[in-house]
């Protein structure tokens, strides 16, 4: 299995620029967690679907960030517009449905906004 | 609401001892408590994880305890290589079987040749 696939790697934009983050779960998994990780905050859930539904979004941190799952394949999320202090490392995660199941990680999306 | 609480926040040993890092939760529900290790620029992959049917599970070098009255679990590193250097992150499951993961705030461990 691949794992867990996300794009770009690294990105670089200028504050105002909208940003889509892509990521392709495991197949066979049918739940997917978006995180942002960095140095002051560490790693923090901003949301996640299961069975391509969003279940729980409260860590989304304003309305300048938004995700969807349009197939159980599929996952995105955009920030727009972009901002200096959305710099981080963004990583999708899978799992099969379910409490207790492993979470695997993506190689992560390291995004910088100047 | 959910919280998980790791100490210490950075751990240098020598090669050879042991390590410890603990982490305390809030959720009482909470019964799946993974561990992660990040090497420097890389992805979280899990290591250990323990459930809340059982108080101890070791892996060769690495072992998970849990104390469920407390709500504390611990993970123990013995004969510690320069490898294990990197930042390890506790996580307890959010309550309501949804498999939404609340990480601590992660241990630099540093294994000194």
């Known amino acids: 299995d691949a794992g867990v696939i996300q794009s770009p790697r690294h990105e670089v934009t200028e504050m105002g620029q909208e940003v889509t983050l892509r990521c392709k779960p495991i197949s066979g998994h049918n739940s997917l967690f978006w995180y942002r990780q960095t140095m002051m905050r560490g790693l923090e859930l901003l949301i996640y679907?299961?069975?391509?539904?969003?279940?729980?979004d409260s860590g989304m941190p304003e309305d300048r960030f938004s995700a969807k799952m349009p197939n159980a394949s599929f996952s995105t999320l955009k920030i727009q517009p972009s901002e200096p202090r959305d710099s981080a490392v963004y990583f999708c995660?899978?799992?099969?449905?379910?409490?207790?199941?492993?979470?695997?990680f993506g190689e992560g999306s390291w995004l910088t906004v100047v | 609401g959910e919280n998980v609480e790791q100490h210490p926040s950075t751990l240098s040993v020598q090669e050879g001892d042991s390590a410890v890092i603990k982490c305390t939760y809030s959720d009482s529900a909470s019964n799946y408590f993974p561990w992660y290790k990040q090497e420097l620029g890389k992805r979280p992959q899990l290591i250990i994880d323990i459930r809340s049917n059982v108080g101890e599970k070791k892996d060769q070098r690495i072992a998970v305890t849990l104390n469920k009255t407390a709500k504390h679990f611990s993970l123990h590193i013995t004969e510690t290589q320069p490898e294990d250097s990197a930042v390890y992150f506790c996580?307890?499951?959010?309550?309501?079987?949804?498999?939404?993961?609340?990480f601590g705030q992660g241990t630099t461990l540093q294994v000194k040749p």
């Open positions: 679907f299961n069975n391509n539904v969003p279940i729980d």
């Open positions: 996580a307890a499951l959010g309550s309501g079987n949804t498999g939404k993961l609340i």
């Open positions: 995660a899978s799992s099969r449905q379910g409490g207790g199941n492993t979470i695997y």
